[in-house]
């Protein structure tokens, strides 16, 4: 009975102290306490990171951020102009020579393997524009049409016939374009070049030409690449906002992918792991749903907490951030769900990819920790003591 009563004791101090010292080393837990990460701004190992309590005003703020990174914003519409020629480009030139004809004859072209239409009208041969630049016209010579539109073409070639043919008319064609396209490949039906004309292409029409995307829709997201600079928005998005579909600029390269995001859920919650979600968003509350929700025998509802990497203007900040990395401020939001009013910020608090959302241990589940050891320890002795194996 001694040994019993002592150990008895024993146990209460080892409560105790496990409780004065807020059980931080001696009950095991999932991650930190909520003690623990709303001091983070005055910890000298955490020093730099912004702790941020989720309200309204933060929730509208990251919102509007996240809804100013638009292609309509990011990426300039192109100026319309006419289609300008380029080495690789295929023509096809139309020579018509008032009657009489002095130039094109049916005699002076047997042999040339050119058309000649009867009225007065010359067909020449298609002719790919050379690295050097330029196509051949008989009796014209050589001429350089790089970087010209159709019609200066046509001007020029007639300035060289004048006074050879019998006041010439031009027509050049455009047979097939191959150096102003977009490029569109990723998850789409047929990864292609669409060529540009001269009324341009929009963003939604590129992707038509090439199929369609051959993932469900609310979890694609395009990326745009044009000069140096690359964004993605997802698809559906594009659909619900007719300015972010975009005319396109020769060279730009549309990607169409179906890359799920996702954010990691971990602490006192109803499955730990990492969850995708669409590409068009969700909010907190769909993302504390989607795990099931908050535990209720271990949780502390004042300490949910989402971590991420925070554009620098994106909040208006008590104190300048001293700490960024790859850019951004490392910052921890929290929401305390002991106040209804916090679940209207949840609805419409965004969760972006790599978010990290966390809810603590309540302190009650700590002590309900230290009892289960103890109740281990003792009742095997209590057990023993009642069959008279100890006294």
């Known amino acids: 009975m001694r040994i019993a009563s002592r150990l008895m004791g024993i146990t209460f101090a080892v409560i105790g102290l496990a409780t004065l010292g807020g059980c931080a080393t001696f009950v095991a837990s999932a991650g930190p306490r909520t003690a623990a990460i709303t001091d983070a701004p005055q910890s000298a190992s955490l020093r730099g990171i912004e702790l941020v309590e989720a309200n309204y005003a933060v929730a509208n703020a990251l919102k509007k951020e996240s809804e100013a990174h638009r ?191 996702s954010f990691t859920a971990l602490g006192a919650i109803g499955k730990n792991g990492e969850v995708d979600f669409e590409a068009n968003g969700i909010n907190l509350a769909q993302a504390l749903a989607r795990i099931g929700g908050l535990n209720d025998n271990r949780s502390n509802p004042a300490g949910v907490f989402l971590f991420r990497l925070v554009p620098p203007n994106a909040l208006p900040w008590p104190q300048k951030p001293t700490t960024l990395i790859d850019g951004k401020v490392p910052t921890i939001f929290q929401f305390n769900l002991r106040d209804p009013a916090t679940f209207f910020v949840a609805q419409s608090f965004p969760v972006e990819n790599k978010d990290l959302i966390y809810v603590s241990d309540a302190p009650a589940a700590d002590l309900q920790k230290v009892l289960n050891v103890v109740g281990s320890i003792v009742y095997p002795f209590q057990t023993l003591n009642a069959f008279g194996v100890i006294h």
């Open 71 to 261: 292609f309509s914003s990011f990426f300039t519409e192109p100026r319309l102009t006419d289609y300008h020629v380029g080495a690789g480009d295929v023509l096809q030139i139309y020579i018509w020579e008032a009657p009489p004809a002095m130039l094109f004859t049916p005699q002076s072209l047997i042999g040339s393997g050119i058309t000649t239409g009867g009225t007065g009208t010359v067909v020449l041969p298609e002719q790919l524009v050379g690295n050097t630049g330029d196509v051949a016209v008989p009796f014209a010579g050589k001429i350089d049409v790089t970087g010209l539109t159709l019609s200066q073409i046509e001007t020029r070639i007639v300035t060289r016939l004048r006074g050879k043919a019998n006041h010439p008319q031009v027509i050049v064609r455009l047979v097939r374009n191959n150096t102003q396209n977009v490029t569109v490949v990723g998850n789409v039906q047929h990864s292609m070049e669409v060529p540009m004309t001269p009324g341009g292409v929009k963003l939604l029409r590129a992707l038509a030409m090439s199929g369609g995307v051959t993932k469900p829709v609310e979890k694609t997201t395009i990326q745009i690449s044009r000069a140096g600079r690359v964004m993605t928005l997802p698809l559906e998005a594009i659909l619900r906002s007719p300015q972010d579909n975009i005319g396109l600029r020769p060279g730009d390269v549309v990607t169409a992918l179906y890359q799920p995001l």
